[in-house]
Nanobody, 125 residues
Framework: QVQLVESGGGSVQAGGSLRLSCAAS????????MAWFRQAPGKEREGVAS????????IYADSVKGRFTISQDNAKNTVYLQMNSLKSEDAGMYYC??????????????????WGQGTQVTVSS
């Protein structure tokens, strides 16, 4: 079993920054791939960034490239999402996901089997 706990969400003005954290616990080989997803009201959950914990390969959605950075701290079993230059369209509930096999570690929703409870990001213009 794997547990994920997100934190770091909040309210920020457009152009501001936030750093989200996802603390993971449980069987390591179930969480070698970790990712951030987001969901705005009335929209489907979409992949934002993923990271392969073995090797650090990262993938980003086009909409966040150059603004968001996903990183890992293996000693703390934590993955971070640094979000800079936030826009109103970045607002939503942000979820940490894991459980996808390493060979499909990316931004597709289906391979992920474990989810955190989410952390809300609000961006005001």
């Amino acid at each position: 079993q794997v547990q994920l706990v997100e934190s770091g969400g909040g309210s920020v003005q457009a152009g501001g920054s936030l750093r989200l954290s996802c603390a993971a616990s449980g069987y390591y080989y179930n969480r070698v791939c970790m990712a951030w997803f987001r969901q705005a009201p009335g929209k489907e959950r979409e992949g934002v960034a993923s990271i392969l914990m073995t090797g650090g390969r990262t993938i980003y959605a086009d909409s966040v490239k150059g603004r968001f950075t996903i990183s890992q701290d293996n000693a703390k079993n934590t993955v971070y999402l640094q979000m800079n230059s936030l826009k109103s369209e970045d607002a939503g509930m942000y979820y940490c996901g894991t459980g996808a096999p390493s060979f499909v570690c990316g931004l597709g929703l289906r391979p992920y089997t474990y989810w955190g409870q989410g952390t809300q990001v609000t961006v005001s213009s």
